[in-house]
């Protein structure tokens, strides 16, 4: 398979930190692909970089054939790469379904009913009125998701899309990013996680102080020494529950419910 989005070779320091020392990664056209580290080793700097926000020192970004390095973020968002942010960019201020309608903007007449669909996909239709500063902290997680989604974007980056969200609304997030995978759509996901990204993602790369110190399937990332060490830590070693088949519980039962869970969880 060819690499939808490729980051090669990306160096950025600040200051005397260096955040990212040579890091190349790339991610098959219609794979969830995850990338995991220890804090602070460079996660969401190389989402920074790839999606405008930040210029690398050295190294070049691929989206298919296109280079983008140095593209600035609404040019990359349109582009195809959407993004969602570690602590979530809404605005507070504006209802939930406002919110989808900024990010349509450029959209007019579909506008409405596509903020609808989206809304509803995420499970948050019945908060459309509410003013999005009121949304839990998993909502508002949902909420950016379904802004990116707006776009139609080939790639989204999902920066900790499970960090402090309730475990009702994470299968519901791990459930939708199933969805929209089994409709062609290619995620690079942050996370830690480890169920979830062992269950979603068919290739983890995992990053330590800026250098990628390993990358394959999860089966292989999961029983790789140096990860266990550097990062992983005893307890998936001592938790054989964690199959390859992942968290994912069936739909069953759910339905409707699922949504309500979404739409209710805090
Ligand atoms: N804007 C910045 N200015 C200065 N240093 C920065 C900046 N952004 C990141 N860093 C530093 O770069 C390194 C990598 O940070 P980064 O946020 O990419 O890590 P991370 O893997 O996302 O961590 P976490 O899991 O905690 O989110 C850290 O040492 C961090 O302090
Ligand atoms: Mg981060």
């Excluded at 609404?74 to 809404?90: D, E, H, M, N, Y």
Aim: aromatic share 4%; with cysteine; glycine share 16%.
């Amino acid at each position: 398979m060819t690499a939808l989005l490729r980051a090669d070779g990306i160096r950025k320091a600040y200051g005397g930190v260096q955040a990212l020392g040579g890091v190349t990664v790339e991610v098959a056209e219609g794979t969830v692909a995850g990338l995991i580290g220890p804090n602070g080793s460079g996660k969401t700097t190389l989402f920074n970089v790839i999606t405008g926000y930040e210029r690398p020192d050295a190294g070049r970004v691929f989206l298919g054939g296109t280079e983008i390095t140095n593209a600035r973020p609404g040019t990359v968002f349109a582009a195809g790469i959407g993004r969602t942010f570690q602590l979530t960019r809404i605005f507070a201020r504006l209802t939930v379904e406002e919110n989808m309608l900024v990010a349509g903007r450029r959209k007019r007449g579909h506008d409405r009913r596509r903020a609808r669909e989206l809304l509803e996909f995420v499970g948050l239709e019945r908060h459309a009125g509410l003013p999005a500063g009121s949304l839990s902290y998993g909502q508002r997680k949902l909420l950016e998701l379904g802004y990116v989604l707006v776009a139609d974007p080939a790639v989204v980056l999902l920066d900790e899309p499970a960090g402090g969200v309730n475990p009702t609304l994470v299968t519901h997030i791990a459930d939708r990013i199933r969805q929209l995978n089994a409709n062609g759509t290619t995620f690079l996901i942050v996370e830690h996680n480890m169920e979830f990204v062992m269950g979603l993602c068919s290739t983890i790369t995992v990053l330590a102080s800026g250098e990628v110190t390993a990358s394959g399937p999860p089966d292989v990332i999961r029983s790789d020494r140096r990860v266990l060490d550097a990062y992983l830590g005893a307890d998936l070693e001592e938790d054989p529950d964690t199959d390859a088949d992942g968290p994912g519980a069936p739909d069953g039962g759910g339905g409707d419910g699922e949504t309500g869970d979404a739409a209710d969880g805090s």
